[in-house]
């Protein structure tokens, strides 16, 4: 109970810290945009990681407050990177249940505007499974902010279970292979397989195809060779603050 006043006082001030991860291009390596990932450094016990206070913060009430705070914070930071000639879109991790919030394409709405951001500027990343959990819920606010211009990305694609013809039916945009799947592609051939597969399946259905937990020149080059559309992992950078993310991206060419 004490951790949900700490979470619930560092979104109020928001202390709430973000870090941002690049993708990249992998036939160019031109960055094309960045995932926004919360970070939260408790005064005391000093960081908690992201899988212990999303949970309780979907458990608690305060995912709203900090998803709102994420997409605030993650529009502001593509305006000044844009400001500086990096014109990358970012994307924001939606919880399980924000799908269920019917007031979010609203807000989305609203802080692009404040933000003077182009909707197809912001993607939003949900996970194959909490589209499982409501899909006739959730399909009504995907559409809504697919209306809006805004692009959505199916995040850990592989690991749910949705049906190829349920996936064909949502307004995405994007999937994104999961790391259990990248992380080890130049070892296991039975992942190439899955991963060229999935690419192939991605493109067959229109959409762009992004891999997650590149974690080596080896898998980058696959990833290349396999017709990937964007790339993201330690390979190419961890997670940064955002200031380290800036001077990373003033070094890119
Ligand atoms: O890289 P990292 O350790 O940050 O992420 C751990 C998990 O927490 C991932 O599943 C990631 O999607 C999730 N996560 C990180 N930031 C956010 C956020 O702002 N909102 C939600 N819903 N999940 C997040
Ligand atoms: O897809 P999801 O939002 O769950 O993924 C974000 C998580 O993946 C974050 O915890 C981030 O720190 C982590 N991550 C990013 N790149 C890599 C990588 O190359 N390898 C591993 N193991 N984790 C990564
Ligand atoms: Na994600
Ligand atoms: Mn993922």
Not at 107 to 113: H, K, M, T
Not at 144 to 161: E, N
Not at 169 to 187: A, C, G, N, Y
Request: with cysteine; glycine share 8%.
């Amino acid at each position: 109970l004490a951790r949900i006043a700490d979470l619930r006082a560092a979104i109020d001030r928001r202390d709430l810290m973000v870090a941002f991860q690049p993708k990249v291009d992998p036939a160019t390596g031109a960055v094309v945009g960045a995932e926004a990932l919360a970070r939260w450094h408790h005064p005391a016990d000093g960081m908690v990681p992201p899988d212990e206070f999303i949970p309780l913060a979907e458990h608690s009430g305060l995912i709203r407050p900090l998803t709102l705070h994420m997409l605030e914070v993650a529009l502001r930071s593509r305006a000044a990177w844009a400001r500086t000639g990096h014109d990358l879109h970012v994307a924001v991790n939606l919880s399980p249940n924000g799908l269920l919030d019917v007031t979010l394409p609203e807000v989305v709405e609203r802080l692009l505007a404040q933000t003077g951001s182009a909707p197809a500027s912001l993607t939003l990343e949900i996970t194959e499974s909490s589209i499982m959990a409501d899909p006739s819920g959730s399909l009504a606010t995907l559409e809504r902010l697919h209306a809006l211009g805004v692009k959505l990305s199916i995040d850990d694609f592989g690991t749910g279970y949705s049906s190829l013809g349920r996936l064909r039916r949502l307004p995405i945009h994007e999937v994104k292979i999961d790391r259990s799947f990248v992380q080890r592609l130049t070892h296991d051939h039975r992942d190439r397989a899955v991963v060229r597969s999935a690419v192939q399946l991605g493109h067959a259905l229109g959409l762009e195809v992004v891999a997650e937990g590149v974690e080596d020149a080896g898998a980058l080059e696959l990833l290349a060779r396999e017709g990937c559309d964007l790339v993201q992992g330690y390979f190419v950078s961890r997670p940064l603050a955002p200031d380290a993310f800036t001077e990373w991206l003033t070094g890119q060419p």
